[in-house]
């Protein structure tokens, strides 16, 4: 039982660290020299105000390759009968 307990908790933790991470989508820099990338930000409002005026806002490529696309159908071009 205690081990059950123990094992729900570490699953639990695992998820909330996940799921924290999972809105972490884009990613900054600023507009002077020697800048660097800064990614984690939540919102492309929070990443703006960091990075100033001129600078430059993006989706994070590490959260782009992980996101689910929705499938593509064919689209049958043979006309109506």
Not at 46 to 66: H, I, N, T, W
Request: proline content about 5%; charged content about 20%; overall charge neutral.
């Amino acid at each position: 039982m205690r081990y059950g307990i123990i094992a729900a908790a570490a699953l639990v933790a695992a998820l909330s660290i996940t799921a924290a991470h999972a809105d972490d989508e884009w990613c900054g820099y600023g507009s002077g020299d020697k800048t660097l990338i800064e990614c984690g930000y939540s919102s492309v409002a929070q990443c703006q105000s960091a990075v100033g005026k001129d600078g430059v806002c993006f989706v994070d490529p590490e959260y782009g390759l992980r996101a689910r696309r929705p499938a593509v159908r064919p689209v049958n071009l043979t006309p109506a009968r």
